[in-house]
């Protein structure tokens, strides 16, 4: 039994060692045989010569050029690399429990309905920043009711964030959409349950992950799952998840407030208790996460973040993809992180 762990990566320098040492720390009977192939987008911070040093440590660890610099382009080369019964994707800051990828396995054999296995993440902060980020994000004001970022418990959900698949999942539906430069998972996933599997999120493993902690990226990356998530609506002719349709609908309900005053003050005011409905929310949500009143506020700065840039890019999406019948945006395909 043969398990590829696939790791897309781009100067990670700071965080590759971790990851797969922790890949190697877990344990499996001697009838497995774990490989783990790095797919660097041609890396000039030492990440390289670091995946190099680990080469001489750990029998089965590949090192795979990806060119393109692209995470779907990364994806399929490490599927495509080494023929497994199992592939598992581990981003570098993401840092596997040791009985991750046996309990996996153990998943898929007690579940035969089963096509895509996922853990529970826990965050570790790299700054203040992220760590506000994060406890923003693991709110389902946040992110929205069924996201796999706060569920708690193990259930069937629609996506997970480490995923793990058997090898005859890209026998029946194929590879990652490398059109997709964002939600490429998601699209995968999607994939997977039209095509009948289903998606388990286990809270009985974890991992952990180094959050990001910058504002302006954090903006950007958003943005982006908003615009693709439209591209990959429209490759479906299908709305993958309702919770997606709320922040393009936030957004548009703000720029309609100055026009309801404009027609009349009254309808103005009365449109108004939705965007102080809201506020209240962030309030709420901010409290219950937050230590203190610095911390509060920055929880409470992130909420309109995630739901202004998400909407907008959404909103963006609609027009290139759906009224004009554009072809993604050269802008869009840059990585935001």
């Not at 994707?89 to 296995?117: H, P």
């Not at 923003?136 to 964030?161: E, H, K, Q």
């Not at 999120?201 to 990226?217: A, H, M, N, P, Q």
């Not at 693709?228 to 429209?234: A, G, L, M, P």
Request: glycine fraction near 8%; aromatic fraction near 16%; include cysteine.
């Amino acid at each position: 039994m043969i398990i590829s762990v696939i790791i897309p990566c781009r100067n990670e320098v700071n965080f590759i060692e971790e990851c797969i040492n922790a890949i190697y720390s877990n344990k499996f009977p001697n009838t497995y045989e774990l490989s783990v192939v790095i797919v660097d987008g041609m890396s000039e911070d030492g990440t390289r010569e670091k995946i190099q040093e680990l080469i001489y440590k750990y029998p089965n660890l590949y090192l795979v050029n990806n060119v393109l610099q692209l995470t779907p382009f990364a994806f399929n080369l490490g599927v495509k690399f080494k023929n497994a019964d199992f592939y598992q994707i581990v981003g570098v800051r993401q840092i596997l429990d040791s009985n991750y990828l046996m309990k996996c396995i153990s998943i898929f054999k007690n579940k035969s309905e089963v096509w895509c296995v996922g853990g529970l993440v826990k965050n570790v902060y790299v700054n203040k920043t992220g760590e506000i980020i994060s406890k923003a994000m693991s709110t389902s004001f946040g992110m929205g009711l069924g996201n796999f970022r706060t569920i708690l418990t193990s259930t069937y959900t629609d996506t997970v964030g480490t995923p793990m698949y058997p090898s005859w999942v890209f026998e029946k539906i194929g590879y990652f959409d490398e059109e997709l430069i964002r939600n490429q998972d998601d699209d995968f996933n999607f994939r997977v349950t039209q095509a009948g599997g289903k998606i388990w999120f286990e809270s009985g493993i974890s991992l952990k992950y180094y959050v990001r902690g910058d504002f302006k990226g954090l903006f950007k990356q958003f943005f982006q799952y908003g615009y693709w998530k439209v591209f990959v609506n429209k490759k479906h002719r299908a709305v993958t998840t309702i919770r997606q349709l709320v922040p393009p609908l936030f957004v548009l309900y703000l720029f309609s407030l100055p026009f309801a005053f404009i027609i009349n003050n009254l309808v103005g005011l009365l449109l108004s208790s939705g965007l102080i409905f809201y506020i209240l929310l962030a309030c709420v949500f901010a409290f219950k996460k937050s230590i203190g009143i610095k911390e509060f506020f920055g929880i409470f700065k992130v909420f309109p973040i995630l739901h202004f840039s998400y909407g907008l890019g959404y909103l963006q999406g609609l027009i290139h993809f759906i009224i004009l019948g554009k072809k993604p945006s050269n802008k869009q395909k840059s990585l935001s992180r």
